[in-house]
């Protein structure tokens, strides 16, 4: 049995309280590691790690905190494949996702920050003569990350990455259901040499731990990543508490396909959109809307590419479809294939559990499922789902096509396929959502802004605007005009 500890102050500490929690691989359905059950006094101690280290983390140049960053970006690539490994036993995806996707982005994320900061510049404004108006960016103190189980380490760093970089001092839980790749990396931070009490990792449950940080009076700032329900929790504590808040919240993303498109990327696309990481991933495209004239053979060809994403052992380098993380969340997929049929959609393929054999046959495996015959307004094309569940619904119009990806409380992503140039622009820019595909998905640029509309967030991640986000801009104002009088 593996053991997870906290990281305060420098130093790997079990929960105050000697508490535990039980951490499960969703291969087997057995446990294999304990994690702390921090609480108040475990956070508390490492906010206050983290406020006695701000003023030497603030403080160093760019130059030297990129340097120890690109360290610890190093390690990552030394490590990958143990963290890959750690990736998927703990979180069930493939380990080709882990390996291609998971570890080396979590790379990419401390090298893209680390060296950011080498290139950032104040903004100046030549008011009149003699009046110059410039910004200080300074870092906000003690910042709080709080990430989910879908992408751990991805996640995770996505957001350690910039608090880092502009010189804030980080107090970070990771999901309580997939911890071990944010422990095995808090290892990799003392030996990069970050200074004790800059990162701090404390694991626990959200309502305890996770509620600690958001409450704790030295904490500035919260970035979330997590489902909605969570985020308006989390909000409702920062807001009278004025801490700068990021939320990136769920998503009900819908992929619309006219029949210009290039059908044959479109397909291979769309068959990834809609399942990588068994479903998991909040850009999934998840509302698939099909121009009429393609619809049926849309839906042939695609249940039979869904149909051979059998569920298969994920650490095995061909495996393609996982476990779900966890046998709850394994249920609540299941369960809106079920509502799906009670609402009178017909279920062309999968949405079952999947029983794999020997040590594997207590894992959280189910097949990929396509609906169709579904309204817009019923709850499965309503609701976040967060499984390799997908509905294919026809449209005749452009306007109607817009109007049902338009129609959900979520607005993260969409994606637009057709070889019409106007109407790929034109479409595009009438989505609600913070970001739009044409005819490709899931295409990164770590430079652009990353996040949602309506009750997928508020805030954008990313380049930038991440980097402003755990900054505090202060103006100042000079008037250097006028010569002193005697
Ligand atoms: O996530 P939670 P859950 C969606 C998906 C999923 C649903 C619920 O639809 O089915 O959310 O998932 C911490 N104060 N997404 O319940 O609870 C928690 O410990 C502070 C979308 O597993 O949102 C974990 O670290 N923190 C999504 C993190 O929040 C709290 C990814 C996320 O957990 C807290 C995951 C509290 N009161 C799920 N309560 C995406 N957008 O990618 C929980 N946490």
Redesign the pocket.
């Known amino acids: 049995m593996d053991t997870i500890l906290n990281y305060i102050g420098g130093r790997h500490v079990p929960a105050a309280s000697g508490n535990h929690l039980d951490n499960v691989s969703p291969l087997t359905g057995e446990i294999y590691a304990l994690i702390p059950d921090s609480g108040q006094s475990d956070v508390d101690a490492a906010v206050r790690a983290a406020q006695d280290a701000f003023p030497v983390w603030s403080q160093m140049p760019p130059e030297d905190r990129s340097a120890i960053m690109l360290r610890l970006a190093d390690l990552i690539a030394i490590h990958a494949e143990q963290l890959a490994q750690a990736e998927t036993r703990d979180s069930g995806k493939p380990i080709h996702h882990s390996r291609n996707v998971d570890i080396p982005r979590a790379e990419a994320n401390i090298r893209f920050f680390a060296t950011a900061i080498l290139h950032t510049h104040a903004e100046a404004f030549h008011t009149r003569a003699g009046v110059l108006n410039y910004t200080n960016r300074k870092p906000l103190g003690v910042v ?1 990350c ?6 751990p380490l991805y ?1 995770f760093t996505w957001k350690i990455a910039p608090a880092l970089a502009a010189g804030n001092c980080v107090v970070a ?5 997939t911890p071990m790749t944010a422990y095995l990396l808090s290892e990799l931070c003392r030996e990069a040499g970050i200074p004790a009490g800059v990162i701090n990792v404390v694991h ?4 305890r ?6 409450e704790h009076p030295l904490v500035k700032a ?1 970035s ?8 308006a ?2 909000a409702s ?1 920062a807001a009278p508490r004025f801490k700068k808040l990021s939320l ?4 009900k993303n819908p992929n619309i396909i006219f029949a210009d498109c290039d059908y044959d990327k479109m397909l291979r696309t769309t068959l990834r959109s809609s399942f990588s990481n068994q479903g ?4 999934c495209g998840s509302r698939i809307l099909v121009e009429r004239g393609l619809f049926d053979r849309f839906m042939q060809d695609f249940t039979a590419l869904a149909r051979e994403l059998v569920p298969a052992d994920p650490r095995e380098e061909s495996s393609r479809m996982g476990a779900l ?2 046998e709850s ?1 394994m249920n ?2 299941l369960s809106y294939v079920q509502l799906a049929r009670n609402e009178g959609g017909t279920v062309h393929c999968g949405g079952e559990r999947v029983l794999l054999s020997g040590e594997l046959s207590g894992g959280f495996y189910m097949s990929p499922a396509v609906i169709s015959g579904l309204g817009p307004e019923c709850r499965t094309n309503q ?5 390799p569940v997908v509905t294919v619904t026809p449209f005749d119009r452009e306007e109607e096509a817009i109007t049902m990806a338009n129609g959900t409380a979520y607005g ?1 992503s969409a994606t637009v396929w057709t070889r019409d140039l106007d109407r790929a622009h034109r479409v595009a820019s009438r989505l609600d959502s913070g970001i739009a595909w044409i005819n490709t998905w899931l295409l990164r640029d770590l430079r652009t802004p990353f996040g949602g509309v309506k009750n ?2 508020i805030g954008r991640e990313g380049g930038e605007e991440a980097l402003r986000f755990f900054s505090e801009i202060q103006n100042v104002c000079v008037d250097f005009g006028s010569a002193p009088t005697l």
């Open positions: 709080a709080i990430s989910p189980w879908n992408l996640l839980k990771p999901s309580e259901i626990g449950l959200g309502p731990a996770g509620q600690a940080m958001v919260i979330f990543t997590g489902g909605t329900a969570t985020g929790a989390i504590a990136e919240l769920g998503g998991q991933i909040c850009l993380v966890s969340h609540k997929v609701e976040e789902i967060f499984g993260l997928s967030g």
